[in-house]
């Protein structure tokens, strides 16, 4: 009996086989998926795996989301958060599953923060009418900040300047009210006759509000540092949904002037160190700086707390004395960098990064670093050292640069020191020293030229400023149009490794001719001993057979001490930006940052290295 069942069976199959092709025989869907709307909670890490069944080999996801994972295969997909949705309002992204030629479009939302009923949300007016909520604390949204609706604008920061000790970073409440005497034509003032509570915000909050109107902030992955038209497209719609909700309210817009230019920019309540002048933001193209408190460009956003708002603990600052410290060669050369925060100096740490030859010691917030061993190599030896002040994550750190002279076995240059002419090259006389290798000195040339600096529709892309004039030479030489740098072509005719100095090799020629740095402005007001030590160079250019240093314009008799008003000017070899200028130095009354035509006639003076 169980075979004839078995047979009428197969008959059946052969039967049905005849009538249905290969390619219409179904063992299961090719792909089968159910779950094309995913709602995810608000939590990172929160998942939903949703079955898949196919007969493809391969399942792909396709998406593009920041705070969305997605992990496929030919049995499940399982959706994940990357991060908490601390927002107002659920998102939503779109993600494509395929299998062979079958797609499925898949919704995946993810919700957002429950907002009590008493909750702020971001674009909601204040109380008082006057302001917009900007900012909603993440872990309690009955707390937050808010902007002015409207802002000062074409006023000074305060019209007349003067140091009020406002240096927090972050607490603009706590500036406001050192700026006791500001009328409501100040920029303080102005926040003030808003009403209680209304102050004009730090620095660091002026940060918050930049990010809140550009949707990312500054150094934040996706900040684009251009012009208002040339930032990315996220950035225009968040500027624009800002400015909207501002608008909404009446208020005026952030950014007036958002698609020219560098945009404008808003005073912080947070001082310089000494008062003249206070931070500022720039929110077209972002920029921090300090500007003059009389200046009249720059407007005023007032800030106000909403709710039980709890200033964070101040930044950690610090600032260093100097950078750079160079010890002699011997064992037990000391050099010291004082350090100044607004922390207790007693948290200074210090860590050399090689202390095999130099080590430390901390007092009054001084640090001293003293060579432990002399330097019996035969170059300079340096290390870099990490400064620390602060206590757990609220720290703040500075390098500091210890270098230490190559012990020195022949005579070291000096100052004003005749070197002799060679075979190859000129003599000249010594004006620089290295502090941290003696036997390595800047002389100039003999002789001084009046001369043109070249041709001014050139522009060799040289640095507007440096410390070796070589380097720049070196520019200049490989450039197609070199032979134009008049200057430079003259100082080669000197011989070999003459160049024009720069600007800042100036200033050390300057600096020993004078005796030290002054910007006094005139020859005749500087200190006796700055005169004297000007009549002494002379000397020795004059004993030498050299062309004086400075001298009066009509009579190169009459040199130093001698000579009255702004006295002569060297051709240095830093170009201005676009080329058509360069700088120059005055030696009368000094003066670095003077920019000429280079096609106008000037002092130079060539300069050039020399080794023991």
Known sequence: MKKIFFCMLALVAAMLGSCVSDE??????????????????????????????????????????????????????????????????NRSTEVILRAGDFMEEVTVTQQCLEVPDNGLVVGQQTEDGLGMIFWVDPENPTVGKAISLQRLEGKAFELS????????????KANTALFEEHTAEEAAGYCKSLGEGWYLPAVREL???????????YGEDGFTNAVPDAISDREKQARAAFDKLLTDLGGTIINKAAATGNGESYWSSTENEDGTK???????????DAGSKTGTSRFVRCMFHVGDFKVPEEPTTIKLSTQSIALEAEAG??????????????????????????????????????????????????????????????????????????????????????????????????????????????IVSMKREKIAWGDNTFHFGTPTNGDEGSEIAAIIMAHA?????????????????????????????????????NTKAAIETLPAE?????????????????????????DPTITGSKVTGNGEGYWSINEKSDGTQAFYVRFGSYNNGLQGSKTGSRLARGMRVVKK
């Open 333 to 442: 050369s000391a050099g010291a960098t004082t350090v100044t925060s607004n922390k207790d100096l007693s948290t200074i740490a210090v860590v050399i990064a090689d202390p095999s030859w130099v080590g430390y010691a901390v007092a009054d917030g001084v640090v001293t670093f003293t060579a432990s061993s002399a330097n019996e190599t035969d170059a300079i030896r340096s290390t870099t050292a990490t400064i620390t002040v602060g206590a757990g994550e609220n720290t703040a750190t500075a390098t500091v640069t210890i270098s230490q002279a190559k012990k020195i076995t022949v005579e070291p240059w000096k100052l004003g020191e005749v070197v002799p002419d060679t075979d190859k090259s000129k003599g000249g006389i010594v004006v620089w020293v290295d502090p941290t290798d003696g036997t390595r000195a800047k």
């Open 161 to 172: 300047p003067k140091y009020h000790e406002a240096t927090s970073l972050i607490d603009g």
């Open 530 to 554: 700055e005169l004297a030590q000007r009549d002494a160079v002379e000397k020795i250019f004059a004993d030498a057979g050299a062309d004086p240093v400075c001298a009066a314009a009509d």
């Open 207 to 217: 940060h918050e509000l930049f990010a809140a109107y550009n949707g990312v902030g």
């Open 24 to 89: 219409e025989v179904r063992i299961m869907p090719e792909f089968s998926y159910s779950d094309n709307e995913v709602l995810l909670p608000r939590a990172e890490g929160s998942s939903y795996t949703a079955p898949i069944a196919t007969t493809e080999p391969v399942v792909t996801a396709e998406y593009n989301c920041e705070w969305l994972s997605v992990e496929v295969n030919t049995r499940h997909a399982i959706f994940t958060t990357l991060s908490e949705n601390a927002g107002e309002e």
């Open 481 to 517: 149009q070199a032979s134009t740098c008049t200057i430079l072509t003259w100082a080669q005719s000197l011989g070999e490794g003459w160049y024009i100095p720069t600007r800042n090799e100036l200033t050390l020629f300057y600096d020993y001719y004078n005796g030290n740095h």
């Open 278 to 288: 206070a931070l500022y933001i720039r929110f077209g193209k972002w920029a921090e």
